[in-house]
T-cell receptor, first 114, second 115 residues
Framework: AQSVTQPDIHITVSEGASLELRCNYS??????LFWYVQSPGQGLQLLLK??????LVQGIKGFEAEFKRSQSSFNLRKPSVHWSDAAEYFC????????????FGKGTRLHILP | GAVVSQHPSWVICKSGTSVKIECRSL??????MFWYRQFPKQSLMLMAT?????????EQGVEKDKFLINHASLTLSTLTVTSAHPEDSSFYIC???????????FGSGTRLTVV
């Protein structure tokens, strides 16, 4: 079975600084990988996804992520964060079988300093 | 883009009663829908996977008789929490998969409080 690890529970960065959120996965085949963002009390919004092809994926709101098979990682990056980026970020991995369910990491809470 | 409508957004019910939560895909056919549960400040835990016209597949540890899932059409899935108790209070989120694009879209969630 697949699993997702987000090693950082909380991350604090200053507004305007760069950001990298870490995600490692465990899956036997080529995974489908996702990053979602959740504001308090809200549903999830897809930032970006990787299925195949170019390992550097561009998403919404200026986010990007890079799939590194050798490191089993799919880290999320943003060159300059805004105060509105403060939220919970979830990395997820999808199974490529009949059910195609996706499993979420525990999340990383991003705090932005003014 | 794909939109999933989830209702109600919040509900308060008395212990022992049942609550139904609806999840609708508005502009695509959802071959598969997923139900998640999220405790405060925690991640989403997959409860079950439902495919249109067939029985739901429940994750280990999820009581199928308590959390009834019906996926009667390609645009609607419902989760019924039967005989709800305070420990069932949680944030429930549905997700619908567009069979054509392999896109997953999430509903806005339902905050259930059992008193």
């Amino acid at each position: 079975a697949q699993s997702v690890t987000q090693p950082d529970i909380h991350i604090t960065v200053s507004e305007g600084a760069s950001l990298e959120l870490r995600c490692n996965y465990s899956y036997g085949a080529t995974p489908y990988l996702f990053w979602y963002v959740q504001s308090p009390g809200q549903g999830l919004q897809l930032l970006l996804k990787y299925f195949s092809g170019d390992t550097l994926v561009q998403g919404i709101k200026g986010f990007e992520a890079e799939f590194k098979r050798s490191q089993s990682s799919f880290n999320l990056r943003k060159p300059s964060v805004h105060w509105s980026d403060a939220a919970e970020y979830f990395c997820a991995v999808g199974e490529t079988n009949r059910d195609d369910k996706i499993i979420f990491g525990k999340g990383t809470r991003l705090h932005i300093l003014p | 883009g794909a939109v999933v409508s989830q209702h109600p957004s919040w509900v308060i019910c008395k212990s022992g009663t049942s609550v139904k939560i609806e999840c609708r895909s508005l502009d695509f056919q959802a071959t598969t829908m997923f139900w998640y549960r999220q405790f405060p400040k925690q991640s989403l835990m997959l409860m079950a996977t439902s495919n249109e016209g067939s029985k739901a597949t429940y994750e280990q540890g999820v009581e199928k008789d308590k959390f009834l899932i019906n996926h009667a059409s390609l645009t609607l899935s419902t989760l019924t929490v039967t005989s709800a108790h305070p420990e069932d209070s949680s944030f429930y989120i549905c997700s619908a998969r567009d069979g054509g694009t392999y896109g997953y879209t999430f509903g806005s969630g339902t905050r259930l409080t059992v008193v």
